[in-house]
């Protein structure tokens, strides 16, 4: 079955930095398109980054320039690196994994969701 298993996050100060881990399994990794989405107390999932099965990157605008998405395909592991981390950026984050396509804009129609692994800033 499939499994998305997130790790890495935690709680730091504004401007520190944090990496995210997503273990998947149970499906032809290479094939799917992943990404990170947050969801913050009393406000609706976003888009923070996707990856298609092609490698092409994509950013929601509140995070370019701070995050990066990167995976290791042997590891079958998505990795989110967090930099210049603001109080806003304090969520719940949900590693997301679909066949067809994912993007930022939208958290809806998405075939697998991690658990979630809690990220919060403090200023």
């Known amino acids: 079955r499939v499994q998305l298993v997130e790790s890495g996050g935690g709680s730091v100060q504004s401007g520190g930095s944090l990496r995210l881990s997503c273990a998947a399994s149970?499906?032809?990794?290479?094939?799917?398109?992943m990404g990170w989405f947050r969801q913050a107390p009393g406000q609706e999932r976003e888009g923070v980054a996707i990856i298609d099965s092609e490698g092409d990157t994509r950013y929601a605008d509140s995070v370019k320039g701070r995050f990066t998405l990167s995976q290791d395909n042997a590891k079958n592991t998505l990795y989110l690196q967090m930099n210049s981390l603001k109080p806003e950026d304090t969520a719940m984050y949900y590693c997301a994994a679909d066949a067809t396509v994912l993007v930022v804009a939208t958290a809806v129609g998405i075939d697998y969701w991690g658990e979630g692994t809690q990220v919060t800033v403090s200023s």
């Open positions: 149970g499906y032809p990794w290479s094939t799917y398109c």
